[in-house]
């Protein structure tokens, strides 16, 4: 069995209680050069992460986890676009919209097409670059490390 760990986007769209907003004010608006287009996770897994970071200060996730399990292959794909304020090695996301995508052959009627995301909290980070340009993104709430590298 494959297990994936995922990053707090793809949660989003879980049905739990919503957080308070960590974020209580930035002063910087928008995506600095360095973070400027697309990226990918770089884990092995069967979970496929990406970002596009905007100079106009919008993002766009996209996640694709794929498990085959003995019923079939078993999928969630989410999609969220929003604004990015960035702090120095602070980044935060704010979700403005966001749809998620269940096909679940072990139990089709649980599957479903572009449900609207409930939970659009602000998410925070701290960002770094490697030295051979990969994008290291910490979850401020989990502590949990993703790398990205440029498309």
């Known amino acids: 069995m494959m297990v994936v760990l995922v990053s707090a986007p793809i949660l989003a769209g879980c049905d ?16 600095p050069g360095e ?18 970071f905007d100079a106009d200060g919008g993002y766009t996730h996209t996640s694709v986890l794929v498990r085959q399990r003995p019923s079939g292959l078993f999928s969630q794909g ?34 479903y097409t572009n449900r609207p995301m409930t939970d659009l909290s602000a998410a925070e980070y701290t960002w770094m670059l ?17 790398t990205y590298r440029r498309l």
């Open 16 to 31: 739990h209680a919503p957080r308070a907003d960590p974020v209580a004010q930035t002063t910087t608006t928008g995506s």
């Open 35 to 52: 973070l400027l287009g697309a990226w990918q996770s770089t884990g092995a897994g069967d979970a496929l992460l990406m970002y596009r």
């Open 78 to 111: 989410v999609r969220v676009s929003g604004s990015v304020d960035v702090d120095g090695e602070r980044l935060v996301l704010r979700p403005e919209d966001g749809a998620v995508t269940l096909t679940d052959p072990g139990s089709p009627g649980s599957s």
């Open 130 to 146: 490697s030295p051979d340009g990969d994008l290291g993104l910490t979850e401020a709430a989990s502590g949990k490390t993703v």
